[in-house]
């Protein structure tokens, strides 16, 4: 997994990411610019706009809280989504659909992290 462009300060996703869903750091590059973390085999990826926009010379769309979400998500998969969405809350990220039951049978709930980026949280639906 990746997460490319957030606009808070690297230090401030990765500390939330710790908090609401138990990431652990995994490398920061002493630039501050860049970060990973890992999770039971997954790895996500921070960069500040800046690393991005050196790497996008075209541009892109930088994540901001106060606009919609970008058309694509993180999706983390539990065995218990209220709590995860629960304790995603707490750490700060803002609540954007609340956990509900899908006609297929899977529950999911959708929170937006410090930088506007919107996660998905599931149960296997399989």
Same mark, same amino acid.
């Given at each position: 997994?990746?997460?490319?462009?957030?606009?808070?300060?690297?230090?401030?996703?990765?500390?939330? !990411?710790?908090? +609401?869903?138990?990431?652990?750091?995994? =490398? $920061?590059?002493?630039?501050?610019?860049?970060? @990973?973390?890992?999770? @039971?085999?997954?790895?996500?990826?921070?960069?500040?706009?800046? +690393?991005?926009? +050196? /790497?996008?010379?075209?541009? =892109?769309?930088?994540? /901001?809280?106060?606009?919609?979400?970008?058309? $694509?998500?993180?999706?983390? &998969? %539990?065995?218990? &989504? %209220?709590?995860?969405?629960?304790?995603?809350?707490?750490?700060?990220?803002?609540?954007?659909?609340?956990?509900?039951?899908?006609?297929?049978?899977?529950?999911?709930? !959708?929170?937006?992290?410090?930088?506007?980026?919107? $996660?998905? $949280?599931?149960?296997?639906?399989?």
């Amino acid at each position: 997994m990746f997460c490319e462009g957030c606009n808070s300060p690297v230090f401030f996703g990765r500390s939330f !990411y710790e908090k +609401a869903f138990g990431f652990k750091k995994r =490398f $920061i590059h002493e630039n501050g610019l860049f970060a @990973e973390m890992e999770m @039971e085999g997954a790895a996500l990826h921070f960069a500040a706009n800046e +690393a991005v926009k +050196a /790497n996008l010379p075209k541009g =892109f769309q930088e994540n /901001n809280p106060s606009n919609l979400p970008a058309g $694509i998500e993180v999706c983390l &998969v %539990t065995d218990n &989504v %209220t709590d995860a969405f629960a304790k995603a809350i707490n750490a700060g990220a803002v609540a954007y659909t609340e956990p509900k039951v899908m006609f297929w049978g899977q529950t999911i709930a !959708y929170v937006r992290d410090l930088d506007g980026i919107l $996660i998905e $949280i599931g149960n296997s639906s399989w």
